[in-house]
Every structure is written in structure tokens, then in C-alpha cells.
């Protein structure tokens, strides 16, 4: 073996530091064309049909499945919009008030399968549900706790239906953007290792025009400490509001329940909301499911506002953009907004697309003016 001396040693390792140097610290683009590297598209799933089971499985299948997020032992929550619950009177499901609960069920089932070892579906409500969770019972709607039954029943105990305000006894708290500073969090839904987000195709009444999977998280919130309906947290500015709860419970999934909706003032009937059995629209209910929150709430969006004006010159944006908290996720990171940079599977919007009456006492809050 050769024996380097003391002046060989010293200028092979300069040159070799020189080598290492020249091809790992300074960027490729010093040694020709960039590469340019473009993010990942978020992927977007809508399907139509009149199984609503049957379409919620395949709308989870072509983004993945559940398996991308769920791993063996989690602990799950899922967060219906569960705003009336069956309590005013009338089926909330055909109403187009909460998710038809084959969504909300067919969702905990895979979750389970996927090797999910708690599943909790809860919400913060100030009336007791230990009845009515999610529709009444009979040929006007189907009850979500029959549905959760059967799937103990088939797979043990595992899946549960909570009130929060009666199973909450401390919180985590998470930052806020706003003068709150920080926001209180439930710990079952704090400390679960997956969050999702399962709300209806909605238009909602003044300062949000349509209320999907991200606003849909302020049913959780303590009105212990926010007021009943949350007053604090509108005084305080709902729209940052709704991107701080994001950021702070970090929701992996959203799937949009389109078997029935509503359109015009929302949120209800009390609200003098209209409803929308999408079927008679379409041929077919709807669910539209995605992982990253910001896109899948967009799409939906999309879906539902074919018509409305005025638009971003950029329709890339489009309607989206003029939905604050949308476009406050997008700029604040938390997920996609552009079409552009949005997979849709299944559906195509052209082939569904709709323009559902838009909130008479809204208008696009704070409107950017045109992009």
C-alpha cells in the first residue's frame, strides 16, 4: 500500500473536499438548468349515486383509502355536523340540516377495519342526543346510532357516539391568531391521534356563504367558554377562527356528505334554510372526500356555486377565493386552493357542477376585489 506523505495527504483532501463542496453545498443550478420540482397535487374524490354506503366507500378508495391515514391502534374522532340532531321536530337528514348517517357510518366502519382501535363520533351540544344522533328513525331517515350497532356488533365494541359538553371535563389549548390568543380544545378530540371532518353540502347565512369541513369544527368548541352560538369566537374574527381549530386539531380527512344539502339562508330550517334533495338534481346523492382540508372544502365549494358572481379574473382561484377562511387556509399553508393544483377523481366538476341559491343577506365577506 503506498504511503502518502504529509504534503500528498493535505492536497487530496483538499481536493476532495473541493469535490464534495462543488456537487452537495452549493444548489444543482450553479452547474446548470434548475430542477424544478413541483409540490404534489392534492387529491380530490367526488361520486355520485344512490347508494349512499356504496359511494362513500368508493370516494375513500380513490384517494387512497383510509389506510393512508388510519394505522393499527389509533384512536379516532369524527366530527359530524351534527347541528339539530333530530331535535326540532323533523328528519335533519332529509332536511339537508347533518350528514346522511351511512356517511358518517360507513366512514367509522372502514376506520375500524383499518385497524382503528377507538372511534368516537361526538360534537358539542347543549341539549342532551342520547336518542336522536343523527336522524330520526324510520322510513324518513335512518338512525346512525342502529347503523353504529351494527358495527359493534360485528366487530366489538369499538365505535361511539358522545356529547362532548358531557364527556368534557379539562381541555388542550392551541395558539390563535386572533385577540383570544389561544383556543380551548376539547381533549377527546385534542388527544386523538386522527381527526375528520364529516359535514353536508351547505350555504350558510352571513359572514360565511357556504359552511363545509373546516368550519364545521367549530361545533366543538366549549360554549362553556364561548357562548351559545359561539359568540366569542365571531367577536374575535370567525374566519381566523376557523384556520386556527385547523391548526391546532390538524384533521386528515374530510368527506362531504351530498345526499341532501341546503341552500339559501342555512343552516336549518329554524334559519329559514332551504333543502335540496340532490338527487332530483343529479340522478344521484353526492360525496366528495379528500385529505387535505383546504382542497376537498374548495371542490366542494365548487360544486355547489356554478354560477355565483362576481369571480376572480383568475379563475383558477375562483369562487373559493372569495370565501375567507378558504383563502386565508391556502395563504396560511394549510392546505391547496388553486384548481390547478387539484386531482379530482371520479366526477369531474363539469359533470356535476351546480349553483345553489346563494344566502340573500351575504355577500363574499371583506370581497379582495378582483385577482
Same mark, same amino acid.
Given at each position: 500500500?503506498?504511503?502518502?506523505?504529509?504534503?500528498?495527504?493535505?492536497?487530496?483532501?483538499?481536493?476532495?473536499?473541493?469535490?464534495?463542496?462543488?456537487?452537495?453545498?452549493?444548489?444543482?443550478?450553479?452547474?446548470?438548468?434548475?430542477?424544478?420540482?413541483?409540490?404534489?397535487?392534492?387529491?380530490? #374524490?367526488?361520486? +355520485?349515486?344512490?347508494? !349512499?354506503?356504496?359511494?362513500? %366507500?368508493?370516494? $375513500?378508495?380513490?384517494?387512497? =383509502?383510509? @389506510?393512508?391515514?388510519?394505522?393499527?391502534?389509533?384512536?379516532?374522532?369524527?366530527?359530524?355536523?351534527?347541528?339539530?340532531?333530530?331535535?326540532?321536530?323533523?328528519?335533519?337528514?332529509?332536511?339537508?340540516?347533518?350528514?346522511?348517517?351511512?356517511?358518517?357510518?360507513?366512514?367509522?366502519?372502514?376506520?375500524?377495519? #383499518?385497524?382503528? +382501535?377507538?372511534?368516537? !363520533?361526538?360534537?358539542?351540544? %347543549?341539549?342532551? $342526543?342520547?336518542?336522536?344522533? =343523527?336522524? @330520526?328513525?324510520?322510513?324518513?331517515?335512518?338512525?346512525?346510532?342502529?347503523?353504529?350497532?351494527?358495527?359493534?356488533?360485528?366487530?366489538?365494541?369499538?365505535?361511539?357516539?358522545?356529547?362532548?359538553?358531557?364527556?368534557?371535563?379539562?381541555?388542550?389549548?392551541?395558539?390563535?391568531?386572533?385577540?383570544?390568543?389561544?383556543?380551548?380544545?376539547?381533549?377527546?378530540?385534542?388527544?386523538?391521534?386522527?381527526?375528520?371532518?364529516?359535514?353536508?353540502?351547505?350555504?350558510?347565512?352571513?359572514?360565511?356563504?357556504?359552511?363545509?369541513?373546516?368550519?364545521?369544527?367549530?361545533?366543538?368548541?366549549?360554549?362553556?367558554?364561548?357562548?351559545?352560538?359561539?359568540?366569542?369566537?365571531?367577536?374575535?374574527?370567525?374566519?381566523?377562527?376557523?384556520?386556527?381549530?385547523?391548526?391546532?386539531?390538524?384533521?386528515?380527512?374530510?368527506?362531504?356528505?351530498?345526499?341532501?344539502?341546503?341552500?339559501?339562508?342555512?343552516?336549518?330550517?329554524?334559519?329559514?334554510?332551504?333543502?335540496?334533495?340532490?338527487?332530483?338534481?343529479?340522478?344521484?346523492?353526492?360525496?366528495?372526500?379528500?385529505?387535505?382540508?383546504?382542497?376537498?372544502?374548495?371542490?366542494?365549494?365548487?360544486?355547489?356555486?356554478?354560477?355565483?358572481?362576481?369571480?376572480?379574473?383568475?379563475?383558477?382561484?375562483?369562487?373559493?377565493?372569495?370565501?375567507?377562511?378558504?383563502?386565508?387556509?391556502?395563504?396560511?399553508?394549510?392546505?391547496?386552493?388553486?384548481?390547478?393544483?387539484?386531482?379530482?377523481?371520479?366526477?369531474?366538476?363539469?359533470?356535476?357542477?351546480?349553483?345553489?341559491?346563494?344566502?340573500?343577506?351575504?355577500?363574499?365577506?371583506?370581497?379582495?376585489?378582483?385577482?
Amino acid at each position: 500500500m503506498k504511503k502518502f506523505t504529509r504534503r500528498e495527504l493535505l492536497k487530496t483532501s483538499l481536493g476532495l473536499a473541493a469535490s464534495v463542496v462543488s456537487t452537495q453545498v452549493f444548489p444543482p443550478y450553479l452547474h446548470g438548468q434548475p430542477e424544478i420540482i413541483q409540490p404534489q397535487l392534492s387529491k380530490v #374524490a367526488i361520486t +355520485k349515486g344512490s347508494d !349512499i354506503r356504496k359511494i362513500t %366507500e368508493e370516494a $375513500l378508495n380513490l384517494i387512497g =383509502g383510509v @389506510k393512508q391515514v388510519v394505522k393499527p391502534g389509533h384512536k379516532v374522532f369524527i366530527k359530524p355536523n351534527y347541528i339539530s340532531g333530530g331535535l326540532m321536530g323533523h328528519d335533519p337528514v332529509t332536511a339537508g340540516e347533518i350528514p346522511h348517517p351511512e356517511v358518517v357510518a360507513t366512514v367509522a366502519r372502514e376506520c375500524v377495519k #383499518a385497524g382503528a +382501535k377507538q372511534v368516537i !363520533i361526538g360534537e358539542w351540544i %347543549e341539549r342532551p $342526543l342520547a336518542v336522536e344522533w =343523527g336522524g @330520526k328513525s324510520g322510513k324518513s331517515g335512518a338512525q346512525v346510532k342502529t347503523l353504529v350497532d351494527f358495527i359493534n356488533k360485528k366487530f366489538g365494541q369499538k365505535v361511539s357516539l358522545v356529547n362532548l359538553r358531557e364527556y368534557t371535563s379539562s381541555f388542550l389549548y392551541v395558539p390563535s391568531q386572533t385577540k383570544l390568543q389561544w383556543l380551548a380544545i376539547p381533549k377527546l378530540v385534542a388527544e386523538a391521534d386522527l381527526v375528520v371532518s364529516v359535514p353536508v353540502f351547505k350555504t350558510h347565512h352571513r359572514p360565511i356563504p357556504v359552511t363545509l369541513g373546516m368550519k364545521n369544527f367549530v361545533g366543538i368548541m366549549p360554549s362553556v367558554l364561548y357562548g351559545e352560538p359561539r359568540m366569542k369566537l365571531h367577536e374575535a374574527g370567525i374566519h381566523q377562527i376557523v384556520v386556527d381549530i385547523a391548526k391546532g386539531i390538524k384533521p386528515r380527512l374530510t368527506i362531504v356528505s351530498g345526499a341532501y344539502g341546503m341552500e339559501g339562508e342555512g343552516v336549518s330550517l329554524f334559519l329559514e334554510g332551504t333543502s335540496v334533495d340532490v338527487s332530483q338534481r343529479l340522478g344521484g346523492g353526492l360525496v366528495v372526500a379528500g385529505f387535505d382540508p383546504v382542497a376537498t372544502d374548495a371542490t366542494a365549494t365548487r360544486v355547489i356555486t356554478k354560477n355565483w358572481q362576481p369571480r376572480p379574473k383568475d379563475e383558477d382561484l375562483g369562487v373559493p377565493w372569495y370565501i375567507k377562511h378558504l383563502r386565508m387556509g391556502f395563504q396560511q399553508g394549510l392546505g391547496e386552493i388553486r384548481q390547478s393544483r387539484i386531482k379530482v377523481e371520479g366526477y369531474s366538476l363539469e359533470e356535476i357542477a351546480m349553483s345553489w341559491q346563494m344566502p340573500e343577506n351575504n355577500t363574499y365577506p371583506e370581497l379582495p376585489g378582483h385577482v
